[in-house]
């Protein structure tokens, strides 16, 4: 993994900041009670070169969706830094923006809901082409755009007389590849993945997860792949950044951090994953409690009230993130499987 | 490497092909779908053409009055009697069907386009557009229709047209809160995402993705609308307030028929029994369209 | 030992107008006592109408065609409505996947752990402190306070387990799970999971555990069956089941799931997808996504074959299979 460096940058994200003030009633606004905010993404920064993928892990509401639709300028950020290919889209508006929209593309969780039930597949593919004018206008244009479309279909493993059929009519693997198709129309050079295959049974999950790996070799692709499931993310990805409640608490290059976790609570999630392995139980339970709710953050370090090794400084200081091996970034004060310690 | 990536893909395809035959739906010819669709259609189509060719179906001038024949009883000859002048009345119930039919349609549509508009911009931008919209919506709707409608034909003056307008003014109300309630579901929908990800305009998400999504609702509220519409305009011409005498309209044919309910009861209640009919016919019909609707969008 | 529950041929089907699906057709299965029985297989292959046939809470157009399903010698599918009343809940208890959707939202805790108690004699205080019980039990902390609230005011994993609560108030001998971990994170699912582990082992009652993930199944189950469009292809302790599978389905189910070791490998994935219920292909329904299919495969629908020590598989080519290995073995260190 030492070797990246060589390739370009394609995503660079700096102290991403993103906050939802919660809705006051007007009892509130009388009373004059500040608005309660919940930072969801507080200061991430990430780094994607070409061909790669960076996998982001986390419990649901620590922020991932959230991350990913900020960096996508879905939402507007709140503070940080966008960078696309070196350019700033940070404060990128309006026709500009949705120009730039053809470099960073998104694949969604649920197969059923991200494809307008209204569009066939060739409706679907044409828009996304004729918006960006990816097919130059012509004489011929039509059969160039239905050419295209077919080399789409062929690349997403999708059947080409599956041309002119409606979403209703496909299963949610099929739908996810289509869905797969829409983004690759454009020619991105960016893809965020928002746990596109937790919706899908095993085995077409398999087939799904295949399928993202391949076109990513041959389009040399980067990714954002979101997923709760570190079995996925562990196949799929170069790098992995753990996210608890709205920060990067671990970065590192995927093996690294698989092998030896730095952060109690990588670790702590790595020992909940259900093993597929019967004679290997575990009876004590990996963590107690639930994550607090990001509208009250503890002090200090976010994850200390459950953390089994806290200590006082861990209650007052917010532990930074720092490389403590050689491309492993973690924000413990107390890092775990140290090279010193083994 | 690079031909075995060729050939897995290959093989993907080849295993979809078989599966994807299970999956295609058997298609349906539209009158299978629903029996109200259908019985509904034939009366409409009945009414229509009423509607369309009074001059072929009326046996009798509608408004030529015969002093040999004044409230006569249901004969072959008059197949609904006649009335104090001597007209007769299954003709004026024919002629009258157009005037009926056509406030139906036309004191609908144009609710029907306008609530939709006013309920895609509240609901796509939200904010203070939808605050400003919502809370006149609130105001028309705080009053019962017909009320509305007869207070606003009291101030504009009675007419045909002012009845149109009246109706326009409040009808709007039930389209655009069914299309913003439909637009707020569907603009947190993925796929509308997926077309601002895209880079999409807004108003081609609006248009081409949301619309054809939240239309469905309104088009099948707009199929009962018009009975409403229908009741509504021949409500107004009892009262006096919407198309004026001698011009047979249903409702004006109820009203010139009540003081004479003991003598002559078929000058009201055959009219009534055409507008009944009617009104049935729409009924079924906006019933059948949105079981075709429903069934279509699955 | 007697079996405690019992599920002979049991076949429900939905039947419209234009088609007959087969969503549950001709599944056996027996559950011991003090037992977890998986039921495993992915969405649309009948395990979660099969659990729902048991206690016939199946709606239209879903309809049980035959079969027996005998709990203590009874055949709860003969009998009358007020005894079915009888056994569901208080015999036999559910729990789903979203306590949201299948908890009333508008009873307190305590008011629907009062009406789900087995004793209905108790008085008040006996109640109330059967309740703080219950809820110590299932591990939620202050239960005092909590017994007062609505589920709305529970966190995601508290509602599980206030929905697991109230289905143990009634004492039930057998605890049908539909998917109970599959919308937790995987902490609150780990909790979970070793949760319903110890009140099992406290309680000694059986647990059917209906469920697409095989690393639950590995963690919780002592006994699994495998479904696929309708038909259970293969049972088996679980270990011998995620070790030593012999039907290509279940060798491919456990293939699939990455475990982070492929390293730059491809996953092994089935591929195509699984047969319309309306529209069965003849013989095997796996026989089109087989990699190890043969002449027979696409004619005759195999029978159930014992292969000893409790193993039974319904496959032509069982021996195609045979040593070959379902984990990998290096799996275990994840």
């Known amino acids: 993994m030492t070797q990246t460096t060589e390739k370009r940058m394609v995503v660079e994200v700096r102290d991403l900041k993103k906050c939802f003030p919660s809705k006051r009633t007007i009892t509130d606004a009388i009373a004059k009670k500040p608005a309660q905010v919940l930072t969801a993404v507080d200061g991430v920064s990430l780094e994607i070169r070409e061909g790669e993928t960076l996998g982001l892990v986390g419990e649901s509401g620590c922020g991932k969706s959230t991350l990913a639709r900020t960096l996508l300028r879905l939402y507007e950020p709140d503070g940080g830094q966008i960078f696309f290919n070196g350019v700033d889209v940070t404060n990128m508006k309006g026709t500009e923006l949705r120009k730039q929209r053809r470099d960073f593309q998104m694949i969604f969780q649920d197969p059923y809901s991200s494809l307008n039930p209204r569009k066939s597949v060739r409706a679907t ?18 059969e160039r755009i239905e050419r295209r479309i077919y080399t789409l279909l062929d690349l997403v493993g999708m059947n080409r007389n599956s041309i002119d059929r409606y979403p209703g009519e496909f299963s949610g693997g099929q739908r996810q590849r289509i869905g797969i198709a829409r983004a690759l129309a454009v020619n991105p050079s960016f893809i965020v993945a928002d746990e596109p295959v937790s919706a899908l049974d095993v085995s077409i999950q398999a087939q799904v997860l295949n399928l993202l790996t ?26 992995v950044a753990v996210m608890y409640l709205g920060k990067v608490i671990e970065y590192a290059p995927t093996e690294d951090l698989y092998e030896t976790p730095h952060h109690p609570y990588t670790q702590i999630l790595m020992k909940a994953a259900p093993v597929l392995d019967a004679t290997n139980r575990n009876r004590d339970y990996a963590i107690e409690g639930e994550p607090p709710s990001p509208l009250n953050l503890p002090t200090g370090c976010r994850f200390h009230p459950r953390c089994p090794y806290a200590t006082d400084k861990c209650r007052e200081e917010q532990p930074e993130l720092r490389e403590v091996a050689p491309g492993c970034k973690v924000a413990c004060h107390y890092p775990l499987n140290l090279p010193e310690q083994k | 490497m690079e031909q075995k990536d060729n050939t897995s893909v290959f093989e993907q395809t080849e295993a979809s092909r078989g599966e994807e035959a299970h999956h295609i739906k058997k298609k349906k010819h539209f009158w299978q779908y629903s029996m109200s669709l259908n019985i509904g259609l034939v009366i409409i189509v009945i009414v229509l053409i009423f509607a369309f060719f009074p001059q072929f179906i009326a046996p009798y001038e509608p408004n030529t009055s015969n002093p040999d024949a004044i409230m006569l009883a249901p004969s072959a000859e008059h197949l609904f009697g006649t009335d104090n002048y001597g007209r007769d009345i299954f003709s004026r119930v024919v002629w009258g069907t157009r005037i009926d039919v056509a406030m139906g349609i036309f004191a609908m549509i144009v609710p029907l386009i306008v609530g939709s508009i006013i309920g895609l911009i509240a609901g796509y931008y939200g904010g203070w557009i939808d605050t400003i919209l919502m809370r006149i919506l609130d105001v028309v709707m705080a009053f019962p229709f017909i009320l509305m409608v007869i207070v606003i034909v009291a101030i504009l003056g009675s007419g045909l047209m002012n009845m149109f307008i009246a109706i326009w003014l409040v009808a709007w109300r039930d389209y655009a809160r069914l299309v913003r309630s439909e637009v707020m579901i569907a603009k947190h929908s993925e796929y509308v995402m997926a077309a601002k990800v895209l880079g999409y ?4 998400i609006i248009l081409g993705h949301i619309l054809p999504n939240v239309v469905n609702s309104a088009i099948t509220f707009a199929a009962a609308d018009i009975v409403m519409c229908m009741l509504t305009g021949a409500s107004m011409s009892f009262l006096g307030l919407g198309v004026e005498p001698p011009t047979p309209e249903w409702g004006a044919l109820i009203s010139t028929g009540r003081p004479f309910m003991t003598q002559a009861w078929w000058m009201c209640t055959l009219p009534g029994v055409a507008i009944c009919i009617a009104g049935v016919g729409f009924s079924l019909f906006g019933d059948g369209i949105s079981d075709v609707l429903r069934a279509k969008s699955r | 030992m007697e079996p405690i529950l019992e599920v002979k041929d049991l076949k429900t089907y939905f039947i419209t107008k234009d088609s007959t699906a087969k969503a549950v057709d001709g599944v056996s299965f027996s559950v011991m006592p003090g037992e977890t029985f998986g039921l495993v297989g992915e969405s649309g292959c009948g395990k979660s109408a099969t659990c729902r046939s048991i206690l016939q809470l199946i709606h239209k157009p879903g309809r049980t065609v035959g079969g027996e399903v005998i709990y203590k010698g009874q055949n709860i599918l003969d009998m009358p409505p007020a005894e079915l009343r009888k056994i569901r809940g208080s015999e036999i208890g559910m729990i789903f996947q979203e ?17 789900n108690l087995k004793d209905k004699n108790l008085t008040k205080q006996q109640k109330h402190d059967r309740a703080i019980e219950l809820l110590k039990l299932v591990g939620i902390p202050t239960p005092e306070t909590r017994l007062d609230e609505y589920i709305h005011q529970y966190s995601g994993g508290m509602r599980q387990r206030a929905m697991i609560a109230i289905a143990l108030a009634a004492e039930p001998k057998v605890l049908l799970a539909d998917e109970p971990t599959t919308a937790l994170d995987v902490t609150i699912q780990d909790q979970i999971i070793k949760l319903l582990g110890k009140l099992k082992t406290q309680l000694g009652m059986s647990i059917i555990l209906i469920t697409h993930d095989l690393g639950v199944v590995a963690q919780m189950c002592d006994y699994v069956a495998v479904m696929y469009a309708g038909h259970i292809v293969e049972k088996a302790d679980t270990n011998t089941l995620l070790t030593a599978p012999r039907h290509p389905y279940t060798y491919g189910l456990i293939r699939s799931i990455p475990t982070g070791l492929e390293g730059s490998k491809k996953l092994e994935s089935i591929e195509g997808m699984p047969p319309d219920l309306n529209n069965m292909p003849e013989g095997c329904p ?48 994840v």
């Open chain 3, 286 to 333: 796996f026989a089109p996504r087989c990699k190890f299919k043969g002449e027979l495969c696409t004619k005759v629908r195999p029978e159930m074959r014992k292969l000893g020590n409790g193993h039974e598989v319904a496959c032509h080519y069982t021996e195609k299979l045979e040593g070959v290995s379902g984990l990998q073995s290096s799996e275990k260190k």
């Open chain 1, 214 to 239: 391949e076109i990513q070799a041959k389009e040399n692709l980067a990714f954002l792949f979101i997923s709760h499931d570190l079995r996925v993310v562990r196949l799929i990805s170069h790098q």
């Open chain 3, 99 to 115: 306590p949201m959707t299948s908890l009333n939202p508008v009873l307190k805790i305590k008011e629907q752990i009062f009406e």
């Open chain 2, 201 to 204: 305009s807004e108003i081609r």
């Open chain 1, 125 to 142: 593919l044409e828009e996304a082409l004729r918006v960006h004018n990816i097919i130059e206008p012509g004489p011929d244009q039509k």
